[in-house]
């Protein structure tokens, strides 16, 4: 059976997709942006941040690959709780009712408490997890270096199932009501039932697949190495569409009613017209783009080196925010009143 | 404060570096003297092995080339398979594939294979060519979990995806990140040091991965020219590569990569552990290495080539680069004008008459002297298959 999805949750409980919304918000929704004026406040992890920060109840989650996940206050840019993992952590936090998930390069998914910082849970894969736990009706999924997807009960961690696939799996899954979909290593997109994880169709793409899925109505939204970014039939897994850009795709789509924004190695954002498949626009936004854009309202936001602020309408670029010599790959956090920016080097930015 | 603590706070970031007191890209004032001496470290009690760099074919270097090895900037899975077989039969007499591997390669070993990651996605070792080297490892009998993918920084890494494209169970490092995370990343006991243009941190440490971990080494370097060595090849990519604290040997517009990246790949065991070298000449960056992402400097050219000896390898990458170089008509790497320099690195990205250093090609010939391998074109066995 297939699921028609919004851009939003089904429940304000899930945790879908990568940053929790197709639009890749955070599960804050689309919100309207102003350029930045001021900084508030900074603040260190003393190590890299590779993953995306994420809001929540005025707690800004930001892992570090050193191991930390800090639980930030997001009014005084004081640290309430840290919790320190046993390996790097390279996967984006997702919240699930009291729980902040990651994964860690110890190949385990840690379930802390978002108020305490203590570990509610912990379950483990043989290699390192680096997409984000998702969570769909009670569900964690997530998939790891190991090859293998995992579903574990989300209140106790235990397993319900695992299905392994034919190569390393860097995508984070997009749940949907009774299917997942994800890219993996070995070039395929696969779609699993997610009661059982047994696998309902793969499509091969000509190269291994980091990017991450997103689900817009009848179709699948994902990039791959092989440089195209492609729009597959969510039943059966029939290419609908391509779209070639001129370098490999591990950026993953962020999704607004018809338009689907991704960004290529080759520098350029594109944005697309799902259903048609055609072209909307192409922005240089100056580096090698590897991280999701987040959409707001009108605007598309991507940070490759500094941050960049797109119309959505004509991918003109609105306005853009460098940070010293604080590069950055990760994704903004666009809330009401502030905008939060993690940087490569470790530095955590509220910005008004 | 102990040195090591002191030099890891150095790599966290250009902040850190401006407390120490250098800024990797403050200019020089005066040419500076010659190269002051280097004092070299190995690991004590080390029994230097035969394998060990000029390995068992000195002056040998097999040069396969496939236009249709890459197309539309895409390189191909299989024809790159063909081109491995075919040049390491060439380099070894071998008549199987596997035979050839296991001339280099026991199933006891752990092998680790250092990419050349700088310069992704526009120019990096090839990620179709390392799945090839991890396929040719396990048919000689090693387990995928005794193969590991490095190199210094686990960022360049990411952004060309090795992560995903390679194989599971292959670990994947970035010696870099492990060290600043508290993890070990560097050796106490083994270093080069030498006090260059009066930094505070005088010592090159040797990653723990080289020192320890891995005993036998693949060498995947790039086809690039580069902004300070003239061209990085099989021995800068190793130097470089393995030891930290480096970037304090350039300071514009003069750098010390000559004598120093030939005295890195003496250290053992670094020299013992690096068996073969690969280049991966699918690009060739002839302007703007090691770092450019602009596609008018690179071409598409499809070669592959095999040696044991570093030296003769990157002697005949630099002609290869300097011969790309005339034909377009952009200045030879050994031309020292001062004219010719800038510190705009946005000019010299795009303008090939331009560059940040006075360019020291002369590294290699210098390699030679040290014994690593032949330096004279004239003797060396360059075989273009």
């Known amino acids: 059976m297939i699921t028609t999805e919004t851009a939003q949750p089904k429940s304000s409980s899930d945790w879908p997709t990568l940053l929790g919304d197709n639009a890749r918000t955070g599960g804050l929704g689309e919100r309207q942006l102003h350029p930045p004026e001021k900084s508030i406040w900074q603040f260190r992890t003393g190590g890299a941040v590779r993953s995306a920060p994420v809001l929540g109840d005025d707690i800004l989650y930001v892992a570090s690959v050193n191991g930390t996940l800090h639980a930030i206050d997001v009014f005084t840019g004081i640290e309430k709780w840290k919790f320190d993992a046993a390996g790097q952590i390279h996967s984006t936090p997702s919240l699930f009712a009291n729980l902040v998930l990651f994964g860690c390069d110890d190949g385990k998914v840690y379930a802390i408490d978002r108020h305490s910082g203590k570990k509610l849970w912990e379950t483990a894969s043989q290699a390192e997890v680096w997409s984000s736990a998702v969570v769909r009706n009670g569900v964690v999924y997530f998939g790891s270096a190991d090859a293998k997807v995992y579903a574990v009960d989300a209140a106790s961690g235990h397993a319900r199932w695992s299905q392994e696939l034919g190569g390393k799996i860097y995508s984070t899954i997009y749940a949907a009501e009774h299917q997942l979909y994800l890219g993996c290593g070995d070039g395929k997109v696969y779609s699993l039932d997610s009661a059982s994880g047994k696998i309902l169709w793969s499509t091969p793409t000509e190269n291994g697949i980091d990017s991450s899925p997103a689900l817009a109505g009848d179709l699948v939204l994902i990039g791959s190495e092989d440089f195209f970014f492609y729009a597959m039939n969510a039943r059966t897994g029939e290419v609908r569409w391509r779209y070639e850009t001129g370098m490999g795709v591990a950026s993953s789509p962020a999704v607004s009613g018809d338009l689907a924004v991704i960004g290529s190695k080759d520098g350029f954002l594109y944005a697309f017209e799902i259903q048609a498949g055609r072209l909307r626009w192409k922005t240089a936004v100056g580096e090698v783009v590897t991280a999701p854009p987040v959409i707001g309202e009108g605007v598309v936001c991507i940070q490759a080196g500094g941050t960049f602020a797109l119309d959505a309408g004509s991918g003109k670029i609105v306005w853009r925010a460098g940070l010293g010599g604080g590069a950055m790959q990760s994704v903004p956090v666009l809330a009401s009143d502030a905008i939060y920016l993690a940087s490569l080097s470790g530095e955590v930015y509220a910005l008004k | ?385």
Request: charged share 20%; net charge neutral.
């Open chain 2, 1 to 385: 404060m102990d040195r090591r603590t002191f030099v890891k706070v150095g790599c966290i970031g250009s902040a850190s570096l401006l407390v120490q007191g250098l800024d990797p890209m403050m200019r020089a004032d005066a040419i500076p003297a010659v190269a002051p001496p280097v004092e070299l470290h190995g690991l004590p009690n080390y029994k230097p092995s035969p394998l060990g760099m000029p390995g068992l074919f000195p002056g040998r270097v097999i040069e396969v080339r496939d236009p249709n090895a890459i197309v539309r900037n895409r390189v191909s899975q299989p024809i790159v398979r063909r081109l491995l077989d075919q040049s390491m039969k060439a380099l070894t007499g071998e008549s199987s594939p596997r035979d050839a591997w296991a001339k280099f390669i026991d199933p006891k070993d752990i092998v680790g294979i250092k990419i050349n990651p700088s310069g992704a996605p526009a120019c990096c070792s090839s990620p179709e060519i390392i799945r090839e080297i991890i396929a040719a490892v396990r048919s000689v009998g090693v387990p995928a979990r005794n193969i590991l993918v490095y190199d210094r920084y686990s960022y360049e890494i990411d952004v060309g995806s090795y992560q995903a494209l390679l194989p599971p169970e292959i670990r994947i490092v970035g010696i870099q990140d492990a060290f600043t995370s508290g993890g070990d990343g560097y050796e106490a006991d083994v270093y080069c040091d030498a006090n260059f243009f009066g930094e505070w941190e005088t010592r090159s440490y040797m990653a723990t991965i080289v020192a320890r971990e891995v005993t036998k080494i693949i060498n995947v370097p790039t086809m690039k020219d580069h902004s300070a060595s003239g061209v990085t090849g099989a021995l800068k990519n190793l130097a470089y590569g393995t030891f930290n604290n480096v970037a304090r040997t350039h300071r514009p517009p003069y750098t010390f990569t000559n004598p120093l990246i030939g005295l890195m790949c003496t250290v053992e065991p670094l020299r013992s552990k690096a068996v073969l070298h690969i280049m991966d000449g699918m690009r060739q960056v002839w302007h703007g290495g090691p770092l450019t992402q602009v596609q008018e400097f690179i071409d598409q050219t499809g070669i592959l080539m095999v040696a044991t000896d570093p030296v003769a390898m990157d002697t005949v990458e630099l002609e290869a680069i300097e011969k790309k170089r005339r034909e377009h008509g952009a200045p030879s790497v050994w031309q020292h004008d001062p004219s010719s320099i800038t510190p705009d690195t946005g000019l010299f990205f795009h303008d090939a008459s331009k560059n940040l250093f006075f360019r020291q090609p002369g590294h290699i010939a210098a390699a030679g002297k040290l014994g690593l391998g032949v330096a004279d074109l004239k003797q060396i066995n360059h075989r273009l298959l």
